[in-house]
């Protein structure tokens, strides 16, 4: 059977940057398992794999417009230092993990300012980024009635994205219809 839409797939994978440091990586003897055309996954990966078979395996290059999007510079922003731990010094590079009305989101702090601001960048880390990922087709069949309704569940009650777009018109399936990495969502931060 090969991997087309409405499909369980699992895949083992390892995902590098360009410069090949490695990012992440499916645990040994669990793969990683979705059904296609519910953006469980990023759509430049799902994309590539429509047409394999198990058993398949092969180097994938997904470019950000098809991973985590390009670097928006309206998502540099400033917020006051008091909105940070007083307990910490804040440095450029540190991330931190802040509450949305739509759940956590990661934030980078960019500059401290001198007005008692700090620059934060809330593009997803690897927005920007060419992904490189090394897969194996492990398994290829019809999802069981058992998964479909699990994945219904997880659209009825949140996002559900699961690090990608959760619908293929580019909405995150939660009713908003949002792509906006700073709502916190997941949708296209993952």
Request: some cysteine.
């Amino acid at each position: 059977m090969e991997i087309a839409e409405k499909i369980y797939v699992a895949i083992d994978y390892t995902l590098t940057l360009e410069s090949g440091q490695e990012i992440d990586k499916s645990p040994a003897g669990q793969p990683l398992g979705f059904i296609t055309g519910f953006g469980q996954v990023i759509p430049g990966l799902e994309k590539a794999l429509i047409g394999r078979v198990a058993g398949d395996s092969a180097q994938l290059v997904v470019e950000p417009d098809e991973a985590y999007g390009p670097i928006r510079d309206d998502l540099f922003q400033e917020i006051p230092k008091s909105q940070f731990p007083t307990d910490i010094e804040l440095t450029p590079g540190m991330n931190f993990e802040a509450q949305s009305p739509r759940g956590p989101m990661m934030i980078t702090i960019e500059r401290i300012n001198d007005n008692d601001t700090v620059t934060v960048d809330l593009n997803h880390p690897m927005a920007g980024k060419q992904l490189h990922f090394d897969i194996n087709v492990v398994e290829v069949r019809e999802p069981t009635p058992e998964e479909l309704q699990q994945l219904q569940a997880q659209f009825t009650d949140g996002c559900g994205c699961g690090g990608g777009q959760a619908d293929p018109s580019g909405g995150c399936g939660c009713g908003e219809g949002e792509k906006d990495p700073s709502s916190g969502c997941g949708c296209a931060c993952g």
